[in-house]
């Protein structure tokens, strides 16, 4: 069992720069996806951005040239750095993680919201 928590939420004008930190109860770094989605009110969860093993970072288009995804396997912690923010940026944003083995294991944390204002 793992365990997600996500921080580093918060108030930002547009513009502005947030990172979001996901820590884990436990190594996540042997996981086969790691990734944030984001859930805008009103809206369904979404994909953000995902590491995977033995791949390059991927992002979805409106993440791309403004977000970077890393991680710190020595703090268990998974990032997003986010820049230039935009007011469609709000939402709640969630660490995923997945282990594709004998037995799929999935993992959420509870999100952080982030909200920009215009």
């Known amino acids: 069992q793992v365990h997600v928590v996500e921080s580093g939420g918060g108030l930002v004008q547009a513009g502005g720069s947030l990172r979001l930190s996901c820590a884990a109860s436990g190594s996540i770094f042997n996981a086969n996806d790691m990734g944030w989605y984001r859930q805008a009110p009103g809206k369904q969860r979404e994909l953000v951005a995902m590491?995977?093993?033995?791949?390059?970072?991927q992002y979805t288009d409106p993440a791309k040239g403004r977000f970077t995804i890393s991680g710190d396997s020595a703090k268990n912690t998974l990032y997003l750095q986010m820049t230039s923010l935009k007011p469609e940026d709000t939402g709640v944003y969630y660490c995923?993680?997945?282990?594709?083995?004998?037995?799929?294991?999935?993992?959420w944390g509870r999100g952080t919201q982030v909200t920009v204002s215009s």
């Open positions: 995923n993680v997945r282990y594709y083995g004998s037995t799929y294991r999935e993992y």
């Open positions: 590491l995977r093993t033995g791949r390059s970072p």
